[in-house]
């Protein structure tokens, strides 16, 4: 989710399309939270870790 967070912001920087570097930001935040909360240890969507 991470990898796919910066590919769609440097495809909307290159191309210039807003939609897809907020979309690509979204990605990215909503990655580095699961990452940060699997490993803290904590289950997230019912596996114990989450890369």
Do not use: D
Not at 17 to 24: K, N, P, R, V
């Amino acid at each position: 989710m991470i990898v796919l967070g910066i590919v769609l912001i440097l495809v909307a920087v290159i191309a210039k399309i807003a939609i897809l570097e907020t979309l690509g930001l979204i990605l990215l935040i909503v990655g580095v939270v699961l990452l940060l909360l699997g490993s803290m240890g904590r289950s997230v969507g019912g596996r114990r870790h989450y890369w």
